[in-house]
């Protein structure tokens, strides 16, 4: 079935920090969407797609909508929709504190189900039709999570968390229970629909060698399979890791067990040094830069510079619930004063390039998701310019597509999203534009 989509167009086709033959990304005005299948058939200007289209395709207006590809979220954590918010303590405590005790309720089956199909339903809401997923060390959580998002048709990749140690009871699993369990959850999800599996060990220290061994032997066995950890968040945190890993530094405990690696995705990133950059990005690993969740934690200030002078691909994660929205566009706002904070201001155009195409490529999903090439996935948003009155009175004044932008990163939120599109089907609408 095919069917068009029109309004404002912008997809990138590259980083537009990077030197490149052509431009970085496309900006059509009054733009067409044409979709089959749920694939993008074509992208460009209304007037010259439209000339061709036989009057039985349905087009879709989106007024003076800013229609891009759907947002990526490259770390986050569903079971913690449940705590989001909680007051007070940095990242060791907080686990013990918070979110320890709201995974240990996901041992309750029907409480996972409810929870993937609201967490899913924000997503959507937000503007992400792709994220790279934490669920808790039961299986059945991810179970939960994959059968929601299957039935929602998204591309979403998650795991069951591997911890077997330090860590409260009623979440360790054992060396051998991770094996198979993840195994099995493997075969049921991993290449169904648009899922993805990721062999998820929390973080070094609450994985015993054993554990960290199953995780190295199940990517051997599925190499496409991705492996999603958490890498130097806290200083707290590196220093316990030094202790328990002696002679090695953080990211080195993770290449021992062959994590440096195409499709391995490290949360934070925070308190790397040179050296670690320097392999990190060398051995093709991805970083999720987590700026809501790095603030609010008060872990530190992610150095995107660092990052990209050492080739990392570099993804957005609102790592919810440390991060506090399930928004992109409230995480690019924090990720600009990270940016400031580090002496350099944030360009709209490399932020809204990090959570579309930059989050596709730190997944390895841009031959499928990210922007409007011809066979991507139709995975898009519609975003309003003007979907508060602040929005609306200071657009007045904004001028270049950079000064536009500017203002959605910085001012816009869930309001801002008209509308998701999944797999080309309306997928959300806000209330106000529905049919
Ligand atoms: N490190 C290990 N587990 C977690 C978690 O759940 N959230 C964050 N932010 N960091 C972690
Ligand atoms: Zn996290």
């Not at 911890?163 to 094996?179: G, V």
Request: glycine share 8%; proline share 5%.
């Amino acid at each position: 079935m095919r069917r068009a989509y029109r309004g404002e167009l912008l997809h990138f086709l590259r980083d537009p920090r990077k030197p490149g033959a052509g431009p970085a990304f496309e900006h059509v005005p009054d733009g067409l969407l044409l979709v089959e299948d749920g694939k993008i058939l074509a992208a460009g200007p209304a007037k010259t797609l439209t000339r061709g289209l036989s009057k039985s395709v349905p087009v879709r207006r989106f007024g003076d909508a800013l229609l891009i590809p759907g947002f990526v979220d490259c770390h986050v954590h569903f079971p913690q929709i449940d705590m989001i918010a909680s007051y007070g303590e940095q990242l060791l405590d907080w686990l013990t504190r918070h979110a320890y005790p709201a995974e240990a309720r996901f041992s309750d089956e029907a409480h996972a189900r409810k929870a993937s199909a609201f967490f899913l339903d924000e997503l959507l809401r937000n503007g992400t039709t792709t994220a790279l997923v934490f669920a808790t060390s039961h299986p059945h959580s991810a179970d939960a999570l994959f059968a929601a998002a299957h039935r929602r048709r998204m591309r979403l990749v998650c795991g069951k968390v591997l911890m077997d140690r330090n860590a409260p009871k009623a979440l360790l699993d054992t060396a051998r229970s991770a094996y198979r369990d993840s195994q099995a959850l493997m075969r049921r999800w991993h290449g169904k629909g648009r899922l993805s599996y990721a062999v998820t060990p929390r973080f070094a220290p609450t994985s015993s060698d054993c554990q960290l061994k199953v995780a190295q032997r199940l990517l051997e066995e599925a190499p496409d399979a991705y492996l999603h950890t958490h890498l130097s968040e806290n200083v707290r945190e590196v220093e316990w890791v030094r202790a328990l890993f002696p002679g090695r530094d953080y990211f080195g405990v993770y290449e021992s067990y062959g994590f440096a690696r195409r499709k391995a995705v490290f949360a934070h990133c925070v308190q790397l040094s040179a050296s670690e950059w320097g392999r990190l990005g060398a051995s093709g690993s991805s970083a999720a830069f987590c700026p809501s969740s790095n603030l609010f934690l008060g872990s530190g200030l992610f150095d995107l510079e660092l990052s990209a002078r050492h080739g990392a691909r570099v993804g957005i994660g609102t790592d919810i619930g440390a991060g506090t929205s399930l928004s992109l566009l409230r995480n690019l706002d924090e990720a600009y004063k990270v940016s400031q904070l580090r002496g350099r201001a944030l360009p709209p155009l490399v932020a809204f390039y990090l959570a579309t195409l930059g989050g596709a490529e730190a997944l390895d999903l841009d031959g499928s998701i990210g922007s409007f090439l011809p066979g991507r996935d139709a995975d898009f948003i519609a975003l309003d310019w003007k979907s508060t009155p602040l929005l609306r009175y200071r657009a007045r004044t904004a001028r270049t597509l950079e000064d536009r932008l500017f203002l959605l990163m910085m001012l816009g939120d869930d309001r801002s999203v008209r509308a998701t599109v999944v797999a080309g089907d309306v997928a959300h609408e806000a209330p106000s534009h529905g049919a």
